[in-house]
């Protein structure tokens, strides 16, 4: 079962206004530098972000699993991606 999730424009702008820190940089880069060592692969918005996070958790050994801090940080933008 897929499930898609459409984001108003408006909306969408302003939740990459608020990841987005500096031109090629983001918050889970600035955040988990070691998760993403070429600075490639953060979720950019061209998919939903329940498949970008299914798709790391699916990883077999993935250290996206691994570190708590991180899954509570996708946790709090999930949840306030659905707040919105």
């Known amino acids: 079962m897929k499930i898609a ?3 108003p424009k408006k909306l969408k702008a302003r939740i990459e206004g608020l990841v987005t820190i500096i031109p090629f940089m983001n918050l889970e880069i ?3 530098p070691f998760l993403f060592p070429q600075g490639k692969g953060t979720y950019n918005g061209k998919i ?3 498949d970008y996070l299914k798709y790391h958790m699916t990883i077999l050994f993935s250290l996206f699993t691994l570190k708590k801090p ?3 940080f996708m946790y709090d933008i999930h949840q306030s991606i659905q707040l919105l």
């Open 30 to 32: 600035a955040l988990f």
């Open 70 to 72: 991180y899954l509570l």
């Open 48 to 50: 939903s972000l329940v």
């Open 5 to 7: 999730i459409t984001i």
